[in-house]
């Protein structure tokens, strides 16, 4: 959460509630990690995997329009 990776929301009293979405982003950071990136790499990957999937979801938005 301090390098920005995970932003949980918080109930009222300032308790930390994390989502599927979070959870998931927690893991995908923890086999990063594991296989020797270091926090600011991770940053990176999960940037372009994000970066991905947007380019991919217009991709796909793109193809569905032209048929």
Do not use: C, F, M
Request: proline share 1%; glycine share 14%.
């Amino acid at each position: 959460e301090d390098k920005g990776l995970v932003g949980p929301e918080r109930t009222g009293g300032g308790t930390r509630r994390y989502s599927d979405e979070d959870v998931q982003r927690i893991r995908r950071i923890a086999e990063l990690t594991a296989a020797g990136l270091n926090l600011a790499g991770v940053g990176l990957v999960l940037e372009l995997e994000a970066e991905n999937d947007r380019l991919r979801a217009q991709l796909e938005h793109a193809l569905g329009d032209d048929r």
